[in-house]
């Protein structure tokens, strides 16, 4: 998000997501807030794919400002399957099936 590179659909996807894992982690006994963060974080591990791919630039664009925000989507996207098991963890013991 750093230098307007991806569309605002990516900075709008993955702070909602956040804020609703806050939401998660405060209320401790809701069922329906660690699934919507599971969820989200399920859909946003797909457009973080669709968005990296279709708006990476070509090479002799590519700055180092580019190139280290592109390092971070690609970091942030790759800590979200372990992000995803610890909330489906979360998820089993507030009682989900």
């Known amino acids: 998000c750093m230098n307007y590179m991806f569309p605002p659909?990516?900075?709008w996807g993955n702070?909602?997501?956040l804020a609703v894992g806050i939401w998660?982690?405060?209320q401790r006994d809701s069922l329906d807030a660690i699934m919507m963060f599971l969820t989200g974080l399920l859909l946003t591990v797909l457009t973080d794919i669709i968005h990296i791919s279709v708006f990476y630039p070509p090479n002799n664009y590519l700055t180092d400002?580019?190139?280290f925000s592109?390092?971070?989507a690609i970091f942030s996207?790759?800590?979200k399957?372990?992000?995803?098991y610890l909330a489906y963890r979360m998820y089993r013991e507030r009682g989900g099936e």
Not at 81 to 84: H, T
């Open 9 to 11: 659909s990516y900075a």
């Open 15 to 17: 702070f909602s997501v």
């Open 24 to 26: 998660a982690i405060v």
């Open 65 to 67: 400002v580019k190139r």
């Open 70 to 72: 592109i390092g971070m």
């Open 77 to 79: 996207l790759l800590l």
């Open 81 to 84: 399957p372990v992000s995803c």
